[in-house]
């Protein structure tokens, strides 16, 4: 287990390479200014890969999150943020409760969004549109430790009907033996904006901050076929 100091040298190291790597991605588009690339600044000690175009990782000494944000990415200026996310707790901690309280999200204009309540899921319709859109896509979130092998659901909302798995509950049981994944949804005033943003998860001790960014068409042009050079530099950075 790396030292809280060596988590930070490493997180330092991969800022760096993303921005050699923006620089070049913004080469090959010329339309994209690269001021608009804007590197994670994270406020707490963690460390975060890229696992895909639009999956991320971030994790500390305590808790592991695992976050999807394709369909986030392609909402902008709709009022409901859809987020996919996979969540335990790492060997060595204890069993912790997470409520829906522990959950929120921080927007590029320094807005602090609490996860949305099953009531005001519920009066949206259950969303019915966007979780049809959900299910077409999927971002694959099977990136957790090796100890957590045993599947468990995040069920934070449930849709109209109810029956069996269609029941919310305000927390989820996490424990470094259960990779929890569910769907997470967020009420945002004025409509969802470009920029960065952080999915933000209270444990017990401590936060753990999972940086995704909302992309501009150019953006999105841009770090298409270039995302796989932000994770080579990253992993680079592990051996330095």
Known sequence: M??????????????????????????????????????PQPTVPEVFTIQGQFVRVAYNNEGYVTLGYKLANDSVGEDWMYLQAGITVRKGTEPFSLTREG????????????????????????????????????DPLNYFPVDASRACSMSYFADLGGGPGKISYDQVELNYNRACV???????????????????????KSEVQVPFRILTKEEAKAFKDNWQEFQKALEESWVK
């Open 103 to 138: 959950i929120s999200i921080k927007t590029p204009d320094g807005k602090v969004i609490p996860l949305a309540t099953q009531k005001e899921y519920a009066e949206a319709g259950y969303l019915r549109a966007l979780n049809a859109r959900g299910k077409v896509t999927k």
């Open 182 to 204: 569910g769907r997470l949804f967020f009420k945002v005033p004025g409509g969802i904006q470009t920029g960065q943003h952080w999915l933000v998860v209270k444990f017990a």
């Open 2 to 39: 790396r030292s809280t100091r060596q988590q930070l040298a490493v997180l330092t190291s991969f800022v760096l390479a993303v921005v050699v790597c923006a620089g070049a991605a913004v080469a090959q588009a010329p339309a994209l200014d690269p001021s608009t690339v804007q590197k």
